[in-house]
């Protein structure tokens, strides 16, 4: 990642050698930076934006709003930990809830809420 002042001297630099006759390809090509890249530095500038990594905002505080809560995820242990599920995998537990009506959530869900809780292996009595 390049800081936001790196890329304001970047753009700077691209700029001076294409005016002196040099083609953006070549000069991109000498700062190591794909011109497709300059181009969009390019674009957010003239839109008047800050040159920085917007990946960064655009990843950080985001919670999915199908994210399970903790109590879901309980009940999915619990569910798992029950008599009649307590030997089989999620692959064969979910659609058996399905089959009375119930959706949890799914069998991709089971499986990494159970790898978390550390059970993934056998539940059942040894």
């Known amino acids: 990642m390049i800081k936001g002042e790196d890329r304001r001297v970047a753009l700077e630099l691209v700029r001076e050698a294409v005016d002196a006759g040099a083609a953006q390809r070549k000069a991109c090509e000498v ?24 990946r960064k905002q655009a990843a950080g505080g985001r919670v999915p709003a199908n994210r399970l809560t903790g109590e879901e995820k309980a009940r999915i242990v619990k569910i798992c930990n029950q008599e009649e599920y307590r030997s089989l995998p999620p692959s064969q537990i979910v659609p058996r809830l ?29």
């Open 31 to 54: 700062l190591e930076i794909d011109e497709r890249t300059v181009r969009r530095w390019k674009k957010q500038q003239q839109a008047g934006h800050e040159l920085k990594d917007w």
């Open 98 to 126: 399905a089959d009375e009506g119930v959706y949890v959530a799914s069998e991709s869900s089971f499986y990494r809420v159970l790898r978390e809780a550390n059970q993934l292996h056998h539940r059942g009595r040894a």
